[in-house]
């Protein structure tokens, strides 16, 4: 389990160990009390096993989320299939990583609170992306048409990318790699916030009636650029 998703090894199965350690030492206690109360002493056991665990989708089918994907405490929570769909709410935390691959649709709010949140392949996102307290958005070789907030945290868009949605940073940096096109999209920066044009492998970016305002200090940087 390590190896295959390339943690620390033998955290996995220290967790587990924990989990049936604890879980032996209360089974007979837990037949004294009715149901909920079972529930409420058997609830901590889960969420202190799945911090830092990973959880993943098939690569075949369809998913399907109408409510609450959330990546926490170092956990991964990977939705790879061949198609996915999200009208419920997503939320990467305190070092968790969600991650949506493949070809999907996104209209429900995203956050990165001090998370990473990954889009990668023929996804389309027209969602509230808020990124905040170190986050990080990688938006690979998809299409936003999105409002992104970013504060005091990153933004990667990288592959061939469209985004026509307002980007908005403060204290943020934002990255712009390969061959991307900006659609009428605003951005907008503080005087503490860069954006940085890389064009390391090739590729061309291009701006189609969007309007790229750095005020104060903002800085706009150009990096192999032609």
Sequence with gaps: MDVHQGALLGQHALAYTLLSFFAITVHRRLLWFAVPSQAAQI????????AGSALESSESGTVI??????????????????TWSNTGTGMATAGGALSLYNTGTNSSSLTANGGTLTFNGNWVNTGNITIGSGGVANLYNGSNTGPLTATNSTVNFAGTWNNSGNVTLTGSTLNLYDSGTWTGGGLSTDAASAVNFNNYYGGAFTTKGGTLAATGSGRFGLTRGY
Excluded at 43 to 50: Q, T
Excluded at 66 to 81: D, E, N, P, R, V
């Design 43 to 50: 609830v901590p056991l889960f969420i202190a096993s799945g």
């Design 65 to 82: 989320n109408q409510g609450t994907l959330t990546a926490t405490a170092g956990g991964l929570l990977w939705l790879h299939s061949n």
